[in-house]
């Protein structure tokens, strides 16, 4: 008895939307696992980034790090910022917008380093390299950024149904205006030519953002 392929045209969308929906169902998940512990979120972004990095060893579709000297600057510039942002936002202890708790250590670590990484890693690299090329024959570049911006927005809603359904309008709110920064991120991959920059300024915002809150 032979095994019947799957078409490219049902397994390609569900990759992908198993893709968008990584990050949050995977922390969620290792949120379960590890209750009542507060280190289950930053276990499950850690286990993404090591499963990544895995595959990236085997293929390589894209450079991590700039080759352009202006650029590796820029990257130890943020490089001194990020961890100053970091030890102040866990002093400040955020509370979190869409569960409304004050985050733990382990939460602010995840959210300003972990998470971002593991999130760039899946949408400006795997997910990037997916399209690209699906996209190549046709030279539509602006279909990666604009695919890749759209499944960022869209997978930021996962986090929002983990404690609210159905989904409120600030989730829709959030989800688009992750859209915009999926954007910035990935015209950052384009100009770099590499994951490091727009992964360094991920975790930039998300440092920021969490100081205002």
């Given amino acids: 008895m032979t095994r019947q392929k799957i078409p490219a045209a049902f397994s390609l969308p569900a990759i992908l939307m198993m893709l968008t929906f990584a990050t949050p169902m995977v922390l969620w998940l290792a949120d379960r696992l590890t209750a009542p512990l507060q280190y289950g979120e930053l276990a499950g972004s850690i286990s993404i980034?090591?499963?990544?990095?895995?595959?990236?060893?085997?293929?390589?579709?894209?450079?991590?790090?700039?080759?352009?000297?202006?650029?590796?600057?820029?990257?130890?510039?943020?490089?001194?910022?990020?961890?100053v942002l970091l030890?102040?936002?866990i002093l400040n202890q955020p509370v979190s917008k869409i569960t409304g708790q004050a985050r733990s250590p382990f939460?602010?670590?995840?959210?300003?380093?972990?998470?971002?990484?593991?999130?760039?890693?899946?949408?400006?690299?795997v997910i990037w390299s997916?399209?690209?090329?699906?996209?190549?024959?046709?030279?539509?570049?602006?279909a990666v950024l604009a695919g890749t911006s759209?499944?960022?927005?869209?997978?930021?809603?996962?986090?929002?149904?983990q404690t609210h359904?159905?989904?409120?309008?600030?989730?829709?709110?959030?989800?688009?205006?992750?859209?915009?920064?999926?954007?910035c991120f990935?015209?950052?991959?384009?100009k770099s030519e590499s994951?490091?920059?727009?992964t360094a300024v991920h975790i930039l915002a998300n440092a920021a953002i969490l100081l205002t809150q």
């Avoid at 939460?107 to 990484?117: A, C, E, G, Q, S």
């Avoid at 990935?186 to 384009?190: N, S």
């Avoid at 994951?195 to 727009?198: C, D, H």
Wanted: glycine residues 6%.
């Fill in 186 to 190: 990935g015209l950052l991959r384009q």
């Fill in 49 to 83: 980034i090591l499963c990544v990095c895995m595959w990236y060893r085997r293929t390589k579709p894209f450079s991590l790090r700039p080759s352009i000297p202006s650029w590796k600057i820029s990257l130890l510039i943020l490089g001194v910022i990020i961890p």
């Fill in 130 to 142: 997916i399209l690209e090329r699906i996209f190549r024959k046709i030279r539509r570049s602006n």
């Fill in 107 to 125: 939460d602010v670590l995840n959210t300003n380093v972990f998470l971002p990484i593991a999130e760039e890693l899946i949408f400006r690299g």
């Fill in 150 to 161: 759209l499944l960022f927005g869209v997978g930021h809603l996962g986090y929002w149904a």
């Fill in 195 to 198: 994951l490091a920059i727009p």
């Fill in 165 to 183: 359904w159905p989904l409120p309008f600030d989730a829709v709110i959030h989800a688009l205006s992750m859209v915009a920064a999926g954007v």
């Fill in 87 to 89: 030890v102040l936002n």
